[in-house]
């Protein structure tokens, strides 16, 4: 193997240095960050002084006249490097109105416009009292931003001023105050900026060089690509649904760095998919087939010839309809709703909704966690709808019931039908629209494991081969690829926790 030389070395150690300083110049106050600034807070001149005007303006709150009322414009948005999701918030955002009592609240601009049903949805969304607003545990996506225009009065002994500079701080009456607190990151207070900054400029350009240059030395041919962990070749990865996304990313990372490595990823389910692998293995000719199962569960016994590492835990949660109007379920309350004893969230202090209940199907090993973990049975087995709308299936059934066969198709569902609960892994259903993921037993999932082993519903996600593959094959390859730094980044990226930091921890659910 060619070793690099001393000019591609320079070149790319120049890229690196360059690149890192960008982003600590661009990313490291607070990589997951909430910027807001007051873009308005003034009197209204309601009252003409005048007293001979022709028209004599007046705005009153429950037949009582309010003569200092002002109007605040906040903006809110993500203005650091990642998104933020809603298990990001320990503390909701909160606004304090020093000396003033808020009349109400709209929600004049938002980017997504599903933001704007979030906060102004019934139950869940902006709440007020006095001088304090409280903004609901919304996700923001990268550069994402929401506006609030605030109508306050001065409280009777506060005496709010009628007009301060946007600085003015340190709880004053009339001054605004932002609360709140999100894991690895910040909330603070910014200002209106046009462009990039000249440091970035300056970054940029220098990286743009080195770059030219690194490109030349490649293209010419003075290095070599390192394949120690590489293998070429064809290779189908099958089975968990709730898995797919990572696993789909890792791929991807593999195949990038590994010139001739074709890998697809298929999600028909865990239990499918280590059918569809032994299958593969009995009719494959010696060495295996080049085929990987992901499960959400370990493997029957009847699959003898399957040999499984544990690769993460999964945290999976309770997803339901976003005007349920319930963001709490006790596990008993939980056997209950599928056991028919709660058809309507009005029994469980939500709103005036039929229950509906979106299952996945015999060959989803998430639904096998929910009955184990969870359930502690099974779940009903009549499918009593065919899309959960309504029994059109079978009217007599306790429940009604439909079935879907992944977790995208799941989330679709509970996001498309009032009063739809269902289950699905937490990062799938913190970016969906229209869903609401609910704490159970009033514990809510969290990416640390020895913080959340109070919180019952988890699993081991386990990666199959037919037998132990063949020593240099692009299967056995990619298996050693699952420990590298790269495979743990992003699993935590998607909030699972790698077996690759747990296989020595003593009493670890990873260790066999």
């Given at each position: ?5 001393t000019?591609?070395l ?5 890229v690196?240095v360059t690149?890192?300083?960008?982003a600590?110049?661009?990313?490291l106050?607070?990589r ?6 007051v ?16 028209v004599q303006?007046r ?5 009582q006249?309010i003569t200092?009322?002002?109007l605040?414009?906040?903006r ?6 990642k998104d ?10 909160s ?6 009592t808020v ?6 601009d938002a980017?997504?416009p ?9 139950g ?10 409280v903004v609901?545990?919304?996700?923001l996506?990268?550069?994402n931003?929401?506006?609030l225009?605030v109508?306050l009065?001065?409280?009777d ?6 007009s301060?500079?946007?600085?003015a701080?340190g ?6 105050v932002?609360?709140?607190f ?12 046009w462009?990039?900054?000249k440091l970035?400029?300056a970054?940029?350009g220098?990286?743009i060089?080195l770059v030219g240059?690194?490109?030349?030395l490649?293209?010419n041919?003075?290095t070599?690509?390192?394949d120690?962990?590489?293998a070429?070749g064809?290779l189908?990865?099958d089975?968990?649904?709730?898995f797919?996304p ?6 991807r990372q593999?195949?990038?760095r590994?010139r001739?490595a ?12 280590l059918?569809?692998?032994s299958r593969?293995?009995r009719?494959?000719p010696?060495g295996?087939?080049?085929?990987l199962a992901?499960s959400d569960?370990?493997?029957p016994?009847?699959y003898r010839k399957?040999a499984?590492?544990?690769v ?12 349920t109007?319930v963001?709490?379920?006790?596990s ?13 969230w ?7 909704l039929?229950?509906r209940?979106?299952?996945r199907?015999?060959a989803s090993?998430?639904?096998r ?17 065919y899309?959960c709308?309504?029994?059109?299936r079978d009217?007599?059934?306790?429940v ?6 992944s ?13 739809a ?7 799938a259903?913190a ?6 993921g609910?704490r159970l037993?009033?514990?809510?999932p969290?990416?640390?494991w020895?913080g959340?082993?109070a919180?019952p519903?988890?699993?081991?996600e386990?990666?199959y081969?037919?037998g ?9 390859k ?12 992003i ?11 747990q296989?020595r ?7 066999p």
């Amino acid at each position: 193997m060619t070793l690099p030389d001393t000019e591609t070395l320079l070149a790319a150690a120049g890229v690196v240095v360059t690149a890192v300083l960008w982003a600590v110049e661009r990313f490291l106050p607070g990589r997951k960050r909430i910027g807001y600034r007051v873009q308005m807070d003034t009197a209204i001149g309601m009252n003409p002084r005048d007293a001979h005007s022709l028209v004599q303006l007046r705005l009153l709150r429950q037949d009582q006249e309010i003569t200092d009322a002002t109007l605040a414009l906040l903006r809110f948005e993500n203005d650091g490097g990642k998104d933020i999701v809603r298990q990001d918030y320990q503390e909701p955002l909160s606004v304090e109105f020093t000396g003033r009592t808020v009349i109400g609240v709209e929600v004049p601009d938002a980017n997504p416009p599903d933001l704007m049903g979030m906060l102004t949805r019934n139950g869940g969304g902006l709440r007020y009292s006095g001088g304090r607003l409280v903004v609901p545990k919304v996700p923001l996506n990268k550069r994402n931003h929401f506006k609030l225009l605030v109508l306050l009065s001065a409280d009777d002994e506060g005496g709010a001023s009628r007009s301060r500079p946007e600085g003015a701080g340190g709880g004053r009456p009339g001054e605004v105050v932002v609360g709140g607190f999100i894991s690895g990151g910040r909330i603070r207070r910014n200002t209106q900026r046009w462009g990039p900054r000249k440091l970035s400029l300056a970054l940029g350009g220098v990286c743009i060089i080195l770059v030219g240059l690194l490109g030349g030395l490649l293209l010419n041919g003075r290095t070599a690509v390192a394949d120690g962990e590489c293998a070429t070749g064809r290779l189908t990865i099958d089975g968990s649904s709730a898995f797919a996304p990572p696993m789909r990313e890792i791929a991807r990372q593999y195949a990038a760095r590994c010139r001739g490595a074709e890998i697809e990823v298929a999600e028909s389910g865990s239990l499918a998919g280590l059918g569809r692998l032994s299958r593969a293995g009995r009719s494959a000719p010696a060495g295996g087939p080049a085929r990987l199962a992901v499960s959400d569960v370990a493997a029957p016994s009847i699959y003898r010839k399957l040999a499984g590492r544990r690769v993460a835990i999964i945290l999976l949660g309770l997803v339901v309809n976003d005007r349920t109007g319930v963001d709490n379920l006790t596990s008993e309350q939980l056997r209950g709703i599928y056991d028919g004893r709660y058809t309507n969230w009005e029994q469980l202090g939500g709103n005036n909704l039929p229950v509906r209940i979106v299952g996945r199907d015999a060959a989803s090993g998430s639904r096998r966690a929910f009955e184990t973990s969870v359930l502690r049975g099974s779940e009903p087995g009549t499918v009593s709808s065919y899309d959960c709308s309504g029994k059109d299936r079978d009217a007599t059934a306790r429940v009604t019931r439909c079935e879907v066969n992944s977790t995208g198709s799941l989330l679709d569902a509970v996001g498309r039908v009032p009063g739809a609960i269902g289950y699905a892994e937490v990062y799938a259903a913190a970016k969906h629209p229209r869903v609401t993921g609910i704490r159970l037993n009033g514990r809510e999932p969290d990416i640390e494991w020895g913080g959340q082993r109070a919180y019952p519903f988890w699993t081991v996600e386990y990666l199959y081969t037919y037998g132990e593959p063949e020593d240099g094959s692009l299967t056995a390859k990619f298996r050693a690829f699952m420990d590298s730094d790269t495979a743990k980044n992003i699993l935590r990226k998607y909030k699972h926790v790698p077996c690759a930091d747990q296989a020595r921890v003593p009493g670890s659910v990873c260790r066999p």
